[in-house]
């Protein structure tokens, strides 16, 4: 089939980038042609064309003006697809023949920098990863703000996608057979999977299982942006023992960052700790909420900066109403770096490098720690003075406007700008003296593009005019309009010397660009140190705001909480009373058993000790009256339930999957949350299973855990397990309705109140009265007992797989049960003889 020369130059663009749109420019709109185009207008809401290209069948065709094409391109991108920039790379007046056109980047959901969807409070990483022995090596790094990570994660490809997940990776770069093997579990989590074949090793300062990964992902942006990017930093490799370890799952359940209901941040602990002032210290809390530190001094050096600045209240105030006029470093050292940095973005730099000083005084006015701190500032005088000299105080947005550079910054442009400026005042002064000598008050003289400077008169007035001195240039409906051999003259000299002007200005401010790149590296630095004190400052007004303790640390497994609260639970409760409770774990007693109704707060309570853990760990104060606290390296939950259906997985089986995880990777110096284990099954395999949990992590970890059960009757293993204790959450019966009193104390509780839960959810009366029956008739029954001991030796099913006849092995449960509760010492020898007959008749049938 034949096209037409431009038609063709598309195809061929096309074929190298078949997994994008493609953005085809022409003139002042970008196009899109055949499939493209179909897909496009829907995706879009764009109006659908075609246009001849030269075959027989019109071709077609969508476009957009370039001009607002940001939006379109993003809303595709945010989609998950792949947008690749085709421009003109040739001056449409010297070609010959088509013009010329190249693609000069490939935008993905991974490298999209700005728009309106992109949240300058978050990091927008791309990621990387390569398969290793027990799991993956991974990394990731954000094109905005140029910061790059390296690390690795245990377990399957679903483990590796969760964990980017918890980070809002929205791309990962594998090869081939990587891609074939996670690709359908990465459409469940979101990330789009993009392909780049194994290269050439380039040399990182990291351990060598992650060069594989940070060389893949390198080669895919320089690939994707076509330019080199100064701003990318060094990867950093996050050394898994140097921070608490929290897995997908957990962070998910404790509500770090994203709600559980919502999938928005209110109600999560970031939501809480979030006071930071720059979008630089928002994204650096987030990162310390991901990886909470695991280095006792490095957690007491931000502990005691909190605590210097809860009592330097003046000079925090002082500092965070500076940090509100500091925009965000790094964002702008990553535009002047990728080349799409304006002169308002330079104006905003200077302003925050102004403020930078301001800052250090005041740090140097406060306690030893903060005049550390403020030593550490590099105060970047010569990048804020470069900029104060070259860039005006309000330049406009576009840069090839002009009025960027300031007067005085350059020779020539400033004579070029005289030229303009005086021939403007000569035209202003010319448009009176004609009105005064023809006495048309309504004369003026304007511009266009097409025609240049003119004199403008009415056709009412035209018999008033000079007619000999002027010279016709266009009619229209109501006037004519002239020009002058004078007017002529200053025209050229004006606008030449504005054309040259906005020429030469554009040039000084490329110029300019390429200069401040060499401070990018400082520029990063400098906001890498203002983040960090933003947080810090953060967490002082929480702390100081809903009444935090600072905690304390020491070398063993211990975990004292008095007096422990829900930070966002108590937040969210507003002014009523949160009731606080204690959670004493010492090494002789380091596994607590909870029980009580359900409702109550059992996952509340578990949740709490969970975040204080992790605020601690952070650097922040916690909600208590006191916190002495181990070292934690991990926290795994198992709290709350979910199916997940896309991979068969039965809520039952996700809790045992991640019960799993925990299990096989805890240590003895870990944290286990373990809520409600084994209501997913039978009774007697839930029992069984939460106690072979229970003695498995008792005498093979050992670990600080934290287990709640509706099944009473795992109470009595406190006697067999001597590191457990049961305790319970409080409730009273009030005129035959369960009321919650959500106060911990020693023991087990002595019923479950389920059916008064039951009742307070309203189900229908004869429900609530035939199960308070059948309740009854069951304890009459049972002594409202099922020996702990049975649960490993005895525990009979029903099952759809069992080779025995249930009936027969039901039947034989109970007579064994029965034999068991009776009580032959006091019975006499007819009650024990029409007893064996029962039994005899049980096993018959």
Known sequence: MTYTPMIQQYLTVKEAYKDAFVFFRLGDFYELFFDD????????????????????????????????????????????????????????????????????????????????TVDGRSNHFIASAEQIDNGFAYSYLDMATGEAIASTVTGDGRALLLQLQTYGIRELVVNEALAHDIAPLAEQVSIVISIEPDSELLPFELPPMLHASCTRLLRYIERT?????????????????????????SKRNLELIQSLRGKDKKGTLLWLLDETATAMGARKLKQWLHQPLATQTLIEERLQMVDDLLEQFFIRTELQSLLKQVYDLERLAGRVAMGSVGGRDLAQLRESLRQVPLIQQQL??????????????????????????????????????GDVIRDQYHMRLDEL????????????????????????????????????????????????????????????????????????????????????????????????????KQYIPRLQELAATISELDVLISFAIVSEKYRFVRPTFHKGTALTIKEGRHPVVEKMLNKQMYVPNDCLLDEQENMMLITGPNMSGKSTYMRQVALITIMAQIGCFVPADEARLPITDQIFTRIGAADDLAQGQSTFMVEMLESQHAIVNATAHS?????????????????????????????????????????????????????????????????????FLHKVKKGAADKSYGIHVAELAQLPE???????????????????????????????????????????KSAQAAVIKKLQQANLITSTPMEAMNLLYELQQQLKK
């Open 766 to 808: 004869a429900i609530i009265t035939r199960a308070s029956a059948l309740l009854q008739s069951f304890e009459q029954k049972d002594n409202g007992q099922v020996p702990v001991q049975t649960i490993q030796e005895d525990a009979a099913q029903l099952t759809l797989f069992e080779a025995e006849k249930p009936k027969a």
């Open 364 to 401: 140097q006015e406060g306690t030893p720690m903060m005049q550390k701190l403020g030593d550490t500032l590099d105060l970047c005088e010569d990048v804020e003075q470069l900029l104060a000299a070259a860039i005006t105080d309000h330049p406009p947005i576009s840069i090839k406007e």
């Open 37 to 116: 185009a179909l897909h496009a207008s829907q995706l879009l809401e764009i109006t659908l064309t075609s246009r001849d290209g030269g075959s027989k069948e019109r071709i077609p065709m969508c476009g957009v003006p370039h001009h607002s094409a940001q939006g379109y391109i993003e809303t595709l991108v945010q989609k998950g697809y792949k947008v690749a920039i085709c421009e003109q790379t040739e001056d449409p007046k010297q070609a010959k023949g088509v013009v010329r056109r190249e693609v000069v980047q490939l935008i993905t959901p991974g490298t999209l920098t700005e728009g309106k």
């Open 225 to 249: 942006q076509m330019q080199a990017l100064a701003h990318l930093q060094a990867f950093r490799y996050e050394q898994p023992t140097h921070y608490l370890a929290i897995d997908a799952s």
């Open 671 to 739: 944290l286990l949350l373990f809520d409600e284990i084994g209501r997913g099954t039978s009774t007697y395999d839930g029992m069984a299973l939460a106690q072979a949990m229970m003695e498995y992590i008792h005498n093979e970890i050992g670990a600080n855990t934290l287990f709640s059960t509706h099944y009473h009757e795992l109470t009595a293993l406190e006697q067999a397990l001597t590191r457990l204790q049961n305790v319970h959450v409080t409730a009273t019966e009030q005129e035959g309705k369960v009321v």
């Open 417 to 516: 700008r005289h030229a303009s400026r005086n021939g403007k005042d000569w035209l202003a002064q010319l448009e009176q003296q004609e009105r005064e000598r023809t006495g048309i008050k309504n004369l003026k003289i304007s511009y266009n593009r097409v025609f240049g400077y003119y004199i403008e008169i009415t056709k009412a007035n035209i018999h008033l005019a000079d007619l000999t001195r002027y010279e016709r240039k266009q009619t229209l409906t109501n006037c004519e309009r002239y020009i002058t051999d004078e007017l002529k003259e200053k025209e050229a000299l004006i606008l030449h010397a504005e054309e040259e002007s906005l020429k030469l200005e554009y040039e000084l401010f490329v110029a300019l660009r390429e200069q401040v």
